[in-house]
């Protein structure tokens, strides 16, 4: 190889031969050769049995190569098509996000008990949750506990300013920077952002395709972690599309909470609406709804979140102190 | 990371691994154009050779048959996602390829000059097709015409005019940097 042989003679080949070996020398590989490990260590178990012999492992390739070619066969007579590769699938489902529509998916939250998290409104179980998401914007429409009358819905913009909505004429903002990390937490928990989702998706998990219902017009995937790689909330996922616009019809996430609690929340898609059905909340409400910050009404907005976030409202939300003013 | 070489039975094997690997990640690189498939690729080729190490003797022949197989399997996933797998596609950071090297080689006493040329190679093996890349690739890391023509499944013509056109449209690219180098 070059790197042990004489010197390239062509200039165009040296410089190439240097680019490669700056681009080396830049690539960590510690957690691939972990990965590597890892699906050796997995392989472990069935490696006494290669030793057994070049005769048995030449039996077993020359029956999987007859199966395969019956296989093959048995398929072609049938006129069946072959299957789409799920990666295919899922790069079709990439394109239905482009569409200028917003879809509705119903959220359902599958938790341990855990009676801390019952103040996060955000989880509140037993009520009902509907995530609406078109491309990179999202909002759930829920109720709030302890107040049952209110329409309230909140999201996350491109900032990462968490909204909430309570009623027609009032709302409040948490900048990124007064966001405490567990709320953080939990907004990416229960929301989903599809786009997001599938590029994630498709980049580090292993994706199987698997067998749907009989007569039921769905793909169905199954996504688990590749060994070596990591993800902060998404352990796993089974997506199931629809088979003729591939759109996402049904979600489930194996998520894991700060805490390591196991979690599975699933959406389901519901209803369909075009851009003039339907209207982002923050679009079009200036003027008719007020949205309380740390600057702006900040008491307003302190009666608003402290009934919804209980004790952890109180450590999160002190009042700031007041400093001397100068003389 | 001894763990590898207790599986594996050998130390000078998980040596080779150690050695070979971030050129191998970077060649793949080379070929697909993302960093994910890139280690995708790698971890299967060395999987698929590191199952083997009974048969093969991976510190003398592996680098070669590990390149004979990245190429393969990048030159198959190049084919088979080639509706999306576009050049101007993001990597998993968000950087489009040509601006990947670039964007690692930032140090503020890193030589601009180094900065323009790594751009012009991104921007001339951008131009090349996967297998005018991985012909000439191969041919930089020392592989014979023959070789070439044999892992690409080609004619030692067609594999010998493919590293020369792939040459030739590099060297436009990288024309202002091949005189100071000639000299």
Redesign the interface.
């Known amino acids: 190889m070059n790197d042990s042989a004489t010197p390239l003679p062509d200039p165009v080949e040296r410089l190439l031969a240097e680019h490669l070996d700056r681009q080396a020398a830049a690539t960590a590989t510690e957690s691939l050769r972990e990965r590597i490990r890892q699906t050796l260590a997995a392989d472990a178990p069935a490696m006494p049995a290669r030793r057994r012999g070049r005769f048995v492992r030449w039996a077993v390739g020359v029956g999987a190569v007859a199966c395969l070619f019956i296989a093959a066969l048995s398929f072609w007579q049938n006129g069946q098509p072959l299957r789409a590769s799920p990666q295919a699938l899922l790069q079709e489902t990439q394109k239905t996000f482009l569409q200028p529509v917003y879809r509705s998916y119903l959220v359902e939250v599958q938790r341990d008990a855990d009676p801390a998290d019952e103040q996060i409104p955000f989880f509140a179980r037993g009520r009902q949750m509907r995530l609406w998401t078109r491309g990179d914007r999202f909002w759930i429409e829920t109720t709030f506990p302890n107040m049952p009358q209110r329409g309230n819905s909140w999201g996350r913009d491109e900032q990462g300013t968490i909204w909430m909505t309570f009623g027609p004429r009032e709302g409040v903002l948490l900048s990124p920077t007064e966001t405490p990390r567990w709320l953080s937490v939990y907004s990416d928990l229960c929301s989903m952002q599809p786009d997001r989702l599938i590029a994630e998706v498709l980049r580090d998990f292993e994706l199987h395709r698997e067998d749907a219902p009989e007569g039921s017009p769905v793909h169905v995937i199954k996504a688990d972690l590749k060994p070596g790689r990591w993800h902060p909330a998404l352990k796993g996922a089974i997506l199931e599309l629809d088979a003729e616009t591939k759109v996402l019809r049904r979600v489930t996430l194996r998520r894991s909470a700060g805490d390591d609690t196991p979690l599975t929340i699933t959406y389901t898609l519901i209803e369909t609406k075009s851009q003039d059905e339907i209207q982002y909340p923050l679009d079009g409400k200036e003027g008719k709804r007020e949205f309380y910050t740390a600057d702006y009404k900040p008491e307003q907005r302190q009666k608003l979140l402290y009934p919804l976030f209980g004790q952890r409202a109180s450590e999160w939300m002190k009042p700031m102190p007041k400093l001397p003013l100068k003389k | ?1 001894a ?2 070489s207790v ?2 039975g050998s130390a000078a094997v998980d040596a080779w ?2 050695e070979t ?3 191998a ?3 793949a ?2 070929l697909v154009r993302d960093h ?1 498939t890139a ?2 690729i ?2 299967d080729c ?2 698929r050779l ?2 083997r190490a ?1 048969v093969y003797d991976l510190p003398t022949d592996g ?2 048959l590990l ?1 004979r197989s990245i190429t393969n399997a990048s030159i198959n996933r190049f084919q ?2 080639r ?2 797998l576009s050049l101007d596609a993001t990597d ?1 950071d968000g950087n489009s390829p040509a601006g990947s ?1 670039a964007g ?2 930032s140090e503020p006493d890193e030589p601009l000059r180094l900065r323009e ?2 751009r012009a ?1 991104e921007r001339g093996m951008e131009s090349l097709s996967v297998m005018q890349r991985a012909a ?2 191969l ?4 592989h014979s015409v023959q070789e070439i023509a044999d892992t690409l499944g080609l004619t030692t013509t067609n594999a010998g005019v493919l590293v020369h056109r792939a ?1 030739q449209a ?2 436009v690219e ?1 024309a202002p ?2 005189g100071e ?2 000299g």
């Open positions: 990371m763990e590898l599986q594996l691994v150690r690997l971030p050129r990640v970077a060649f690189h080379s994910a280690e995708d790698a971890h060395y999987c590191l199952r009974d680098t070669r390149y088979r996602e509706s999306v998993r090297v690692r080689i040329l790594e190679i000439l690739q041919k930089t890391l020392g040459r590099l060297a990288l940097y091949l180098r000639a």
